[in-house]
């Protein structure tokens, strides 16, 4: 078995989201929020915005597109409907100081903001906070004509204790499992939204269906995938259905609308990945491992010449172990038989 | 690291029995054995990488002279930097006091086997990407 700790590590750091695109989020972010709370349109309560999503939670990938910014609005306004709300809300944010191009939308819970000079998407959802934005929060539902429950704030606490306490594991497995998702389900219409794989993997961690100790990278991931495949597939033997997977914060369905055959594709992709993931962990050669695992993640997964640099960056730094075999990996020692060799620099033209 | 030539100083020499315990803990496939001239051996194997060869390797604690650690076999490839002219790896820039006969044994196995490392990265890309004292600042 070919455990690659330092590949996986370099796919991990090459999925990232870029700085360019977090500082592009942050002002995004600023510059609404500034808007606002100077604004009377929509008055709005400290502390007036807070972000909200996958790249809150540190769970984004790759290019940030979206971020979801809340709005507070008064205790008490969820006695205005939901299409009044969102309505106010949308005017309130027509002219945003400094800003040349806005497309705004009403969506069934939030006005999505398209801000083309920083190549943004903005989802703005007015929330009540009666006790709190870190609580359950009342959120319009304009299809419904009602205020719903939701809790984005509570549900990313969440996720920060189940990852501390899985040794810092479950934040990389779901940006591995949607690296997996966007390799091989392109359109943005049939693949799976994050927010349920998410949902899907902290259920299985939380059960302790999928467990975390003692495992690298390559085992943990497939051992998702199996468990993920044992969660779904009752639902894919019947026709008609598909999973029902809860949001841990509400205990309300989130994948109510996954169409049928979506999930079919999603099944089908899943059983490749599981069977590539087996034979990749299994392989005897490093190169038919890598040549697999290449497979499930895409050339996102680095090759053998970009684990050369990938090494030599960690020797460099200082941050390598020896094991008792002379095996160098990646991170410092966390076991009392490995050593970690002192800085150096080698010398001598030989 | 250090960059700068550092003051020589006399060092509290690690006892030969203690590099025995120690290599036992953190390398206990290296065999130690007293060679002729009171010289201290230990030898055995180093797999850099998964799919590395088992390097034989032999480090040498002889006197007050520096240690010297030999790659028996696979032979290396020609041509590979930062050897002696015995062929011994040169694992640190004298000078820097990186390994010292203060230090334990298993650092600088330790560093061989980062040696081997690099060295596998070089016949993989033709670059030494570790790092390097610069030449023509002593004899290495």
Redesign the interface.
């Known amino acids: 078995m070919h455990a690659l700790p330092e590949y996986f590590e370099k796919l991990l750091s090459s999925i990232e989201p870029s700085e360019e695109r977090v500082i592009a989020a942050q002002d995004a972010h600023g510059l609404v929020r500034k808007h606002l709370q100077a604004c009377d349109v929509l008055p709005t309560v400290a502390p007036h915005t807070c972000l909200a999503g996958s790249y809150d939670r540190h769970t984004a990938i790759n290019d940030i597109k979206d971020v979801d910014v809340l709005v507070r609005v008064p205790d008490g306004y969820e006695s205005n409907t939901p299409a009044e709300v969102l309505q106010l809300l949308k005017s309130s944010l027509r002219k945003l100081d400094g800003v040349t191009e806005v497309e705004l939308r009403e969506q069934r819970r939030s006005v999505h903001m398209t801000l083309a000079q920083y190549d943004f998407h903005l989802d703005i959802v007015p929330v009540v906070a009666a006790n709190g934005v870190d609580c359950a929060l009342k959120v319009p539902d304009k299809p419904h004509q009602q205020w719903v429950t939701s809790n984005p704030i509570g549900y990313a606490a969440m996720l920060t204790d189940l990852n501390q306490s899985h040794g810092e594991k479950v934040v990389p497995l779901i940006k591995m499992m949607k690296q997996w998702r966007d390799t091989h389900m392109r359109q943005r219409s049939s693949k799976p939204k994050s927010y349920w794989l998410e949902c899907m993997l902290y259920g299985l961690v939380n059960d302790g269906r999928i467990t975390t100790d003692g495992k690298g990278w390559g085992v943990l991931f497939r051992d998702a995938l199996s468990a993920m495949r044992d969660r779904c597939g009752h639902a894919y033997e019947k026709t008609e259905s598909v999973p029902s997977i809860e949001d841990p914060a509400t205990n309300k369905i989130v994948t109510a609308k996954w169409e049928r055959a979506h999930f079919e594709t999603f099944m089908e992709r899943l059983d490749e990945a599981l069977g590539w993931s087996d034979r990749a962990i299994e392989a005897e050669e490093p190169d038919d491992a890598i040549m697999l695992w290449r497979k499930v993640f895409g050339d996102q997964f680095p090759a053998e010449e970009q684990k050369a640099e990938t090494i030599a960056e960690a020797i460099r730094a200082g941050a390598i172990a020896v094991g008792p075999t002379g095996r160098v990996s990646v991170g410092t020692s966390s076991s009392g038989s490995q050593v970690q060799p002192p800085p150096t620099r080698f010398y001598g033209d030989g | 690291?250090a960059s700068t030539k550092l003051p020589k100083f006399r060092v509290q020499q690690i006892p030969p029995v203690r590099h025995v315990v120690d290599m036992r803990?953190?390398?206990?496939?290296f065999a130690y054995h007293k060679a002729q001239g009171g010289v201290s051996v230990w030898s055995g194997?180093?797999?850099?990488?998964?799919?590395s060869p088992q390097?034989v390797?032999e480090a040498q604690l002889a006197g007050h002279g520096r240690p010297r650690v030999f790659v028996r076999r696979p032979a290396l490839v020609g041509?590979?930097?930062?050897?002696?002219a015995d062929g011994s790896l040169?694992?640190?820039?004298?000078d820097?006091g990186?390994?010292h006969r203060g230090?334990p044994l298993?650092?600088l196995?330790?560093?061989?086997?980062?040696?081997?490392?690099?060295y596998e990265?070089w016949l993989?890309?033709g670059r030494?990407?570790?790092?390097?004292?610069p030449?023509g600042i002593?004899?290495?």
């Open positions: 690291m803990r953190h390398f206990p496939g194997t180093l797999q850099p990488s998964d799919g390097y390797v041509g590979v930097r930062h050897r002696y040169c694992l640190y820039y004298p820097d990186t390994w230090r298993s650092e196995v330790a560093l061989a086997a980062e040696w081997l490392w690099f990265a993989l890309t030494w990407l570790g790092p390097e004292a030449h002593g004899k290495g």
